[in-house]
Every structure is written in structure tokens, then in C-alpha cells.
């Protein structure tokens, strides 16, 4: 018997097996069994879900000689001759090589005629939306009074080409992209009719990798057979012949950004670029991980959420105990914004390392939590040490000035009782709220305000402070539609009008030595960046 590929050897022949679309399939019983039969269907959806296979069956349901039923024989003439494409009555036409006005009007002369065999005279045009305009105003006519004898039944992946006057003259049904676990179990079936021994997690990964398509999952397991030359097939062949990752790397490359193990990263996306991988489908990749990490912390491994297997969701659970929900939110939005900035690049390379680094980069000594950081601000804002203790701290020959600078803040504190502080705000719960809003909206703004913090609040004015080598966060959260935005979640979090106003911190002689020493670490830590922009005479984007 001649090699047949599977998604020809398995397409679906009845009704009772099609995969993910019963809503179709209980809609066109129901038609047949009332004999509500319209006069031209439309079927929409994504590629290889079944849509002209849907076409075929429908024919044959027509046309059989039992018929019109919901169940086609099978085995009588007009039945055999549309599953082998030979039937004079049913015509499959390609809407993308037969799309010009004057297949059209062949097709509105032989519709006049009446069947050779069967009851209908039923046409399938196939991606329909390749039509040209003058194609479809040519068939207007033709599908609105067609013979009694004849059926039109169009496909389509893009459904809004479509005219709207055709619309209106079809009755359609949209099919939908088939669920994950109707691929595993006719990927199962698949695999015990042709003896092919599969890991567990192999189905998950063909299934994850095609998208809804089951068409697509079928030639995936298809070429599998023939890539393999083990006797089962392994994760590592779907990696292999596919591109994608494996789960274990997913799981390496987060231990080492949890680890704070910059090298670490580095040589693990070198050994993957090495093995062949797409960079672009890395960045994907772990992007997705970080997503089912969020899932997994929240919905504590609720196996519905995630579409993977029950050990690997407890691995995932087990390694988003390592961070803070806010953690895994900055990772991610991170990693979103080197996949946006690889947009705009000719390579994906090198957003996707600096961006591991950042991720993966020793901690800072400062606290990360922007609560905490918050605080801190707060602190140094609400004003100087008592007296005594300010001069335990100071030197002897600075403590007259110290005292003079008091007496001075003494005599503004006052005027600055009748402004409210940022503690009237309780700012510590809420930048931490306006961060988390503002990701909602526009996730690179989210990350360049994360990197500052508000120091006071004049009037209805806040004061947010970024240190120095911060200048191009300021530079973009200072354009008319940033800060508008900025205000915006600010005031429908602190429930009153509020602006803000960003500004720069000061390093000079007069700045304390461990806020000198943070600066000059965290300039140090960045400076690898800022030697690529001078390089390239380029701007953060």
C-alpha cells in the first residue's frame, strides 16, 4: 500500500469524527435532520481545523444514496467518489488560483445545469476571501437566486475580505481552534493504530507547539516518525526538529536568574544558539515560562491553567517559590520589551543578552522592593535627625553649620505642615499599585517609573526622583502622552486630581559617601550600556 501522510490518512470521513467543533457539527445534524438546508454555507476559522474536510462531509451527507442523513454509508458510489475528489457533482475550487472574473462566470454558466448523479450540485471554494471584487459582484446574482439543485459552500481563514454583500447571503459558522486536549487524545489514537511509541510529554509539546491547528499537529507526528531513529520519540527529537526549547532548559536559565548567576545565562543561551535555535523563538519561550510561573504562584498549579504535564506544573510551582509575585511581573515585563525592542532591530541577539543580564545581575544592596525604596524616600523626606542625634553623627567642626541649617528648616517647617505630605498619600501601598496599573497600559513606561521614586508633594504636584544615569527614563516619562497617562493612573489610585513632575538626583561634593558609593556602583553595574549607546550614537528606546 502506497505512504500516505497523516493528515491525509486520518481526516475525518463522518461527522462523529471531527475533533473541537461540536457546535458546527450539532448545527449541521440538526439542518439535515430538519431539512433547513441553506443554499450556501460559510465556513470561517483558523488553518487546519477542519473546515473543508466539514465541506466533504456535508457533501456526502447530501448526496448519499441513503441520504440526505447525518450519517453518509460510506460505501455507495457517490459517497466513495467525493472522498477520492472524483465526483462530477461536487466541484473544489481554489479560491486563490481561480480568483478573476472569468472562472465566475464559467461557474454561473454550468450552474444551470442539473446534477449527473446526485440530488445536489454542491461547490467548495476554498480560501474564498482571494476572490477580486469583480469576481464577487459576479457571483452576487448566481448566490442569491441559485437553482433549487445547488449548493455553495465557501472557506475561509479571513473572513473580514469578505464582502459584506456576500455575508448577508450565507449562513456561517465559525469554527474554532481545536483545544489542547482533543490534539493529546487524537494524537493518542493516532499513535496506538500506528504502533508509535511517544514519552508522555511529547504530545504536549507537538500540541502546544501547533497552535489549535490539528492538521498541524498530525504532520508534526508525521515527521517525527521519520526523524526519529530511536524506538520511541523523545522530548529532544520535538526540540530537535522544531526549534523550540526543552522544559528543562526553561527551567536552567530561570535557576540561574534566580542564582544571580549573570555567566551562567550567558553560556546557557550560547550552548542553545550553538544547537541551532532561533533567538527570537528563545525570547518566546521563556517569556511563556514567566507567564506559566504567574499561573503557577497564583492558581498554586491548578493543572486547568496550564497547559502542560502534572510533574512539570509542580516544577513550576516549586520554582515560583523562589520569587515575589512582583518579581516574576518585572521579569516579565522585561522580557516583553526586549522582544519589542528586537522588532526594530535586524537581530534579536542582543536585546535578548542585555536583557538576561539585567534579569540575572548580582542584587543591589539597596532593598528592590519599591515599597520598600518608597520608604526610604519617605524617611528622607519628612526631615533631618534631632539635633542631638545629628551632631553625635557630624564632626565636630560641621556642627555649627548643623545647627544653622536646622534653625533654618525649624522656621520653614510651618509653611510646610499646611501642604500635605506624602503621607497623607500613604505612598508605600500605593506606587507599588500605580506600577502594577500602569504595566496594564504600557509596560515600558511601567519599567522606566519603577526605576524612580516620588521624594515630595508639592501642593498637587509629586516630585519623583531618578538617579543620574536615569536621564533617558526621565526623557521618555516626560513626553505629553507618558506623563498624561502617569497622572492619570495616579489620580484614579489616590481618588484626587494630581500631576507629577520628575527630576533628577543631585551627586556632588555635598552628597553623603554611601549614597555616592550606591551611585557610582549602580553606574558601574549600567555601563556596559551606556558604552554601546555612545558607541552607536544611539538613544534607549
Same mark, same amino acid.
Given at each position: ?15 462523529? #469524527? ?9 448545527? !449541521? ?136 454583500? +456576500? ?38 509539546? +507537538? ?65 542553545? !544558539? ?6 527570537? @523563538?528563545?525570547?518566546?519561550? @521563556? ?62 541577539? @542582543?536585546?535578548?543578552?542585555?536583557? !538576561? ?71 508605600? #501601598? ?32 509629586? +516630585? ?12 521618555? !516619562? ?13 489620580? #484614579? ?49
Amino acid at each position: 500500500m502506497p505512504y500516505q501522510v497523516f493528515a491525509l490518512k486520518w481526516r475525518p470521513q463522518s461527522f462523529d #469524527e471531527l475533533v473541537g467543533q461540536s457546535h458546527v457539527v450539532n448545527l !449541521l445534524k440538526n439542518s439535515i435532520k430538519k431539512n433547513r438546508l441553506p443554499y450556501a454555507y460559510l465556513f470561517s476559522g483558523p488553518r487546519g481545523v477542519g473546515k473543508t474536510s466539514t465541506a466533504r462531509i456535508l457533501a456526502k451527507s447530501l448526496n448519499c444514496e441513503n441520504g440526505p442523513g447525518v450519517n453518509p454509508c460510506q460505501k455507495c458510489n457517490p459517497c466513495r467518489e467525493i472522498t477520492r475528489c472524483r465526483s462530477l457533482d461536487v466541484m473544489e475550487i481554489d479560491g486563490a488560483s481561480n480568483r478573476g472574473i472569468d472562472e465566475i462566470r464559467t461557474l454561473r454558466e454550468n450552474v444551470k445545469f442539473c446534477p449527473s448523479s446526485g440530488r445536489f450540485k454542491i461547490y467548495i471554494i476554498d480560501e474564498v476571501h482571494m476572490l477580486t471584487n469583480e469576481a464577487f459582484n459576479a457571483l452576487l446574482k448566481t448566490l442569491e437566486e441559485p437553482p433549487e439543485f445547488v449548493k455553495f459552500i465557501f472557506a475561509t481563514t479571513q473572513v473580514n475580505k469578505i464582502p459584506p454583500t +456576500i455575508l448577508s447571503r450565507c449562513q456561517r459558522l465559525d469554527f474554532r481552534r481545536v483545544p489542547l486536549v482533543d490534539i493529546i487524545g487524537q494524537l493518542k489514537k493516532i499513535s496506538a493504530q500506528e504502533k508509535i511509541g511517544l514519552e508522555e510529554e511529547v504530545f504536549f509539546s +507537538i500540541a502546544r507547539a501547533c497552535d489549535g491547528s490539528l492538521r498541524d499537529a498530525e504532520s508534526i507526528l508525521d515527521q517525527l516518525t521519520s526523524f526519529s531513529q530511536k524506538g520511541k520519540i523523545a522530548v529532544s527529537d520535538v526540540s530537535s526538529l522544531l526549534g523550540v526549547l526543552e522544559q528543562q532548559s526553561l527551567f536552567e536559565i530561570t535557576d540561574t536568574i534566580i542564582k544571580k548567576d549573570a555567566r551562567g545565562a550567558l553560556e546557557l543561551l550560547n550552548n542553545m !544558539l550553538s544547537q541551532g535555535k532561533d533567538s527570537g @523563538i528563545i525570547l518566546s519561550n @521563556i517569556i511563556e515560562h514567566f507567564r506559566n510561573l504567574i499561573v503557577a504562584k497564583v492558581s498554586l498549579a491548578d493543572p486547568n491553567l496550564i497547559d502542560l504535564p502534572p510533574e512539570t506544573v509542580k516544577k513550576l510551582l516549586s520554582q515560583s517559590q523562589h520569587f515575589t509575585l512582583e518579581e516574576i511581573f518585572a521579569a516579565f515585563n522585561v522580557l516583553v520589551i526586549a522582544q519589542e525592542m528586537s522588532k526594530k532591530m535586524d537581530s534579536s541577539i @542582543i536585546p535578548l543578552e542585555i536583557n !538576561l543580564i539585567k534579569l540575572a545581575q548580582a542584587k543591589r544592596e539597596s532593598p528592590p522592593d519599591a515599597a520598600e525604596r518608597t520608604e526610604a524616600y519617605q524617611a528622607k523626606a519628612a526631615g533631618p535627625l534631632p539635633v542631638e542625634e545629628k551632631q553625635k553623627e557630624a564632626p565636630p567642626a560641621r556642627q555649627e553649620k548643623a545647627g544653622a541649617r536646622q534653625e533654618s528648616r525649624e522656621e520653614e517647617a510651618p509653611q510646610e505642615e499646611e501642604q500635605p505630605g506624602l503621607e497623607e498619600l500613604n505612598m508605600a #501601598e500605593v506606587w507599588p499599585k500605580v506600577i502594577d496599573n500602569l504595566g496594564k497600559f504600557k509596560m515600558s513606561l511601567a519599567t522606566f517609573l519603577s526605576e524612580g521614586a516620588p521624594v515630595k508633594l508639592e501642593k498637587d504636584t509629586l +516630585i519623583i526622583s531618578f538617579p543620574n544615569n536615569c536621564s533617558l527614563h526621565k526623557e521618555t !516619562l516626560e513626553r505629553k502622552e507618558s506623563r498624561l497617562l502617569i497622572e492619570k493612573v495616579f489620580s #484614579e489610585i489616590v481618588k484626587k486630581s494630581l500631576k507629577v513632575k520628575f527630576i533628577l538626583s543631585q551627586s556632588g561634593p555635598n552628597q553623603d559617601k554611601p549614597t555616592r558609593e550606591k551611585s557610582e556602583k549602580k553606574s558601574s553595574a549600567d555601563s556596559f550600556i551606556h558604552s554601546a549607546l555612545n558607541a552607536f550614537n544611539a538613544r534607549l528606546l
